[in-house]
């Protein structure tokens, strides 16, 4: 994506010292819709992960271990509300992207481009973790029904997995939030160059 982005800069550098070159403005335009185009493809992707999660977990704890405990029912919301939530924020982030024009000016097109990008910053940061939380004591807050079915090595077997797969997912996040960081900072940039020129 940063390829993009510096590519994107180029075109535009180019644009704005040969203003008669409508070619590299027409360019500047498509890099920007394919990037958007990349971005709804990925929240598309999202979606279908995350349906088909929601979905596999509903039918486990409906048909493989419908947990009867309120305590149980509660981990079960948490975790099951965590990822509807976010499969609503992805459909919401393909709307927001859809408000981008880029038949308005460069400096409206930017901006709106940069707010779309703060957004999915949030979303990335303080939202993914504490979906990930709600998921995480969601997940725990099952152990004490999960001992009832299982032996006390199945049940540490399974929590201790757990505590791998968050650590990974963690890492997961953080790099993702980094790479939104950087890619924020770029657009930042072209929109102050845009915002020269215009």
């Known amino acids: 994506m940063s390829d993009l982005i510096d590519d994107l800069k180029n075109k535009w550098?180019?644009?704005?010292?040969?203003?008669?070159?409508?070619?590299?403005?027409?360019?500047?335009?498509?890099?920007?819709?394919?990037?958007?185009?990349?971005?709804?493809?990925?929240?598309?992707?999202?979606?279908?992960?995350?349906?088909?999660?929601?979905?596999?977990?509903?039918?486990?704890?409906?048909?493989?271990?419908p947990l009867q405990e309120t305590l149980s029912h509660i981990g079960i919301a948490l975790m099951l509300g965590g990822l509807f939530i976010r499969i609503m924020i992805e459909c919401f982030s393909i709307y927001r992207s859809s408000k981008v024009d880029f038949s308005e000016t460069a400096v409206a097109t930017s901006k709106k481009t940069m707010s779309f990008y703060s957004y999915r910053k949030r979303i990335h940061g303080p939202v993914t973790i504490g979906i990930l939380i709600a998921y995480t004591v969601g997940f725990y807050v099952l152990t004490p029904e999960f001992t009832n079915y299982l032996t006390t090595t199945q049940v540490v077997l399974m929590d201790a997995s757990y505590l791998l797969a968050a650590a990974i997912f963690g890492f997961s996040i953080r790099k993702a939030i980094k790479d939104e960081m950087r890619i924020l900072n770029e657009l930042k940039d072209l929109q102050e160059d845009i915002g020269k020129d215009e």
């Open 13 to 65: 550098d180019s644009a704005k010292t040969n203003k008669s070159d409508r070619t590299s403005t027409t360019e500047l335009i498509d890099l920007s819709k394919k990037k958007m185009r990349d971005a709804v493809k990925m929240h598309i992707g999202n979606i279908a992960i995350l349906t088909i999660t929601l979905i596999g977990i509903s039918a486990f704890f409906m048909y493989v271990a």
